[in-house]
């Protein structure tokens, strides 16, 4: 405690209260994970904020795909991949989007060749996991034919909306790149009021731009019209297209077609934010010259760390509670 009263000297009160309350949490919390196996294979920049918690949590954390990397991570071991690695594992935890088509798990920090094949799911114990941010066909696939419950982070409420803060942000980013105005004083379009556009709109919002809302449902319309946005029922999108300097699509289909297409001013710019392909005739915005842009993945674009703390914080919650159902934990 001695230390802590030096530090007293010229802090404000309630910095030291804080402080001891981040030094009590992490001691408690430091060892919660104790005995959980898990294997964590690929990925991205992200990857290494996750590494990096559970081994605070004392996981016993084994390591694929990551040979390229300098940095070494105490109290993390690397594994070769193999079928053998996940005999013992609780959890397999792969990269924000799993496997592509054929099973390869997407790697930034080695030039090896990760694939989950069929002998890899066979080997993980009926008991485990495998957690990962969204699963293609073939994941779910191997996941369903093994009984090996399959968690999608990004399918959860509280990772979604967490994620749309950086969403947002990127978003922004891109609209400020994109365009000769500032965001303040333009005419913006956000579609759909879900996680990510709810933010969006708000941010925009925040920032001084006029915000027109295209939303499907009445509750909605009510809503963003209580928030102070301008709300329209997405049957009426093409008729309030005309004089709109940015478009933030958030809606998974086909909805910027060309009929809206045709009737945006030349300045407009598209991003679209769906998951791909995305919800805009981008064939049709090029031969008219507008901007449309798809864009993906931005949390771990542009804030590659909170992306990483966001999965990280979700996964620890699962794996902690499964920890206290084994009893391991109070
Ligand atoms: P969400 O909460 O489910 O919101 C989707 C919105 O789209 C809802 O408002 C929904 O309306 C509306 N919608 C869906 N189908 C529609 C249709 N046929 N016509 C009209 N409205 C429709 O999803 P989210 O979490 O916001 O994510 C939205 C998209 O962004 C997803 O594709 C997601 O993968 C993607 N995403 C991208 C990034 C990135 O970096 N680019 C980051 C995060 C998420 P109702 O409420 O009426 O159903």
């Not at 992490?26 to 294979?41: D, F, K, N, S």
């Not at 093994?146 to 990127?170: C, K, M, Q």
């Not at 804030?303 to 206290?324: C, E, F, M, V």
């Amino acid at each position: 405690m001695a230390r802590r009263e030096e530090n007293l000297v010229g802090t404000p009160r309630w910095a030291h209260a804080y402080d001891v309350l981040c030094e009590v949490c992490r001691e408690e919390g430091a060892a919660i994970l104790t005995g959980v196996q898990i294997v964590l294979a690929g990925g991205d920049a992200r990857q290494l904020e996750v590494i990096r918690q559970l081994t605070e949590k004392d996981a016993s954390l084994t390591i694929v795909g990551f040979d390229r990397l300098d940095t070494p991570f105490s109290g993390a071991a690397k594994g070769d991949w193999s079928p053998e690695l996940l005999t013992e594992a609780d959890a397999l935890v792969l990269p924000a989007v799993g496997t592509d088509d054929e099973g390869v798990i997407p790697t930034l920090f080695t030039d090896q060749e990760l694939k989950l094949t069929d002998a890899h799911a066979a080997a993980l114990p009926k008991a485990s996991k495998v957690i990962t941010g969204m699963a293609k066909p073939y994941l779910r696939k191997l996941c369903e034919k093994h009984r090996i419950e399959l968690i999608e982070l990004f399918e959860r409420d509280d990772v979604a909306i967490y994620n749309s803060i950086p969403t947002a942000e990127g978003a922004l980013m891109m609209a400020i790149q994109n365009t000769d105005i500032t965001i303040h004083g333009s005419n913006c379009i956000v579609l759909g009021l879900g996680r990510t556009g709810f933010t969006m709109a708000r941010t925009l919002q925040a920032l001084g731009a006029k915000v027109k809302v295209g939303v499907r449902r009445d509750e909605m319309f009510a809503r963003a019209f209580e928030m102070g946005f301008e709300p329209f029922h997405m049957s009426d999108l093409a008729r309030q297209a005309g004089n709109i300097d940015l478009i933030f699509n958030t809606i998974p289909t086909m909805i910027v077609t060309a009929q809206v297409i045709a009737q945006l001013p030349q300045r407009a710019c598209i991003i679209d934010l769906a998951s791909k392909p995305g919800g805009t005739d981008f064939r049709f915005a090029e031969k008219r010259g507008i901007k449309a842009l798809l864009a993906p993945g931005l949390p771990g674009i542009v804030a590659p760390k909170t992306a990483g703390r966001i999965i990280a914080n979700s996964l620890t919650q699962i794996l902690l509670g499964d920890n206290r159902l084994r009893g391991n934990q109070p």
